[in-house]
T-cell receptor
C-alpha cells in the first residue's frame, strides 16, 4: 500500500514564525501536492510538484512556498505564519499518469497563535 | 473545471447496501470520475474511479450512467466504519495538473 507520511499530526506556532511542514511518500511517485482544508471551503490546492525541483502554484499560493529536493519529499513552508493560516494541511502523491488516484497523508492540524 | 453535485447527507442501516449519487452534467470526454472518502481526523482515502464502464473493487462499485452525466457509488454492505464524508470528483485524464476539486461531499451516517 502507498504510504504518505506527514511529519506532525498537530503543530502550534506563533505569528511571524517560519514554519516547515514535511511530507514523505514511499511509492516513487512523480507528482506531489499540498492542500489545506477549512470548514465550508473544502480542500484547496496550495502548490504541486511534477518532479524533483519542479513546482507549480495552485489556487492559493500566497504566503506559502515549497521545496522538492528529493523525489520522495515535498515540504511546505510558511514564510511568516499568520493566524489566517490556521488550518488542516494535507499532502498527497500520485504517479505520473494523471488518471490515477491521489494518495493522502493523515494531515497536519496547524494552529497559529 | 467541471462541477459535481451530491446530497449533503444520507443515512443507512448497518449491513444494508448504500447508493450514493453524484451528478456531473458538464463532464467532458476525458474526465475520470473519482470517489474519495474522509473519516474524522484523517486525510481523504481513495475509494474507486472510472471513465465509462462500471467498476468494482474490494471497497465498492461504481455505476456510471450511459451519458456519463451521473454516477453512483455503491457500498454493498454498510458497516459502522463506512460512516464518512464521500466526495465525487472529476479529474481530467490528460494534460492536467492532477488537481482534485473537492466539493462539500455527502456525509454518510450508518446506524447500527
Amino acid at each position: 500500500d502507498v504510504k504518505v507520511t506527514q511529519s506532525s499530526r498537530y503543530l502550534v506556532k506563533r505569528t511571524g514564525e517560519k514554519v516547515f511542514l514535511e511530507c514523505v511518500q514511499d511509492m516513487d511517485h512523480e507528482n506531489m501536492f499540498w492542500y489545506r482544508q477549512d470548514p465550508g471551503l473544502g480542500l484547496r490546492l496550495i502548490y504541486f510538484s511534477y518532479d524533483v525541483k519542479m513546482k507549480e502554484k495552485g489556487d492559493i499560493p500566497e504566503g506559502y512556498s515549497v521545496s522538492r529536493e528529493k523525489k520522495e519529499r515535498f515540504s511546505l513552508i510558511l514564510e511568516s505564519a499568520s493566524t489566517n493560516q490556521t488550518s488542516m494541511y494535507l499532502c498527497a502523491s500520485r504517479n505520473l499518469n494523471s488518471n490515477q488516484p491521489q494518495h493522502f497523508g493523515d494531515g497536519t492540524r496547524l494552529s497559529i497563535l | 473545471d467541471a462541477k459535481t453535485t451530491q446530497p449533503n447527507s444520507m443515512e443507512s442501516n448497518e449491513e444494508e447496501p448504500v447508493h450514493l449519487p453524484c451528478n456531473h452534467s458538464t463532464i467532458s470526454g476525458t474526465d475520470y470520475i473519482h470517489w474519495y472518502r474522509q473519516l474524522p481526523s484523517q486525510g481523504p482515502e481513495y475509494v474507486i474511479h472510472g471513465l465509462t464502464s462500471n467498476v468494482n473493487n474490494r471497497m465498492a462499485s461504481l455505476a456510471i450512467a450511459e451519458d456519463r452525466k451521473s454516477s453512483t457509488l455503491i457500498l454493498h454492505r454498510a458497516t459502522l466504519r463506512d460512516a464518512a464524508v464521500y466526495y465525487c470528483i472529476l479529474s481530467r485524464g490528460s494534460g492536467n495538473t492532477g488537481k482534485l476539486i473537492f466539493g462539500q461531499g455527502t456525509t454518510l451516517q450508518v446506524k447500527p
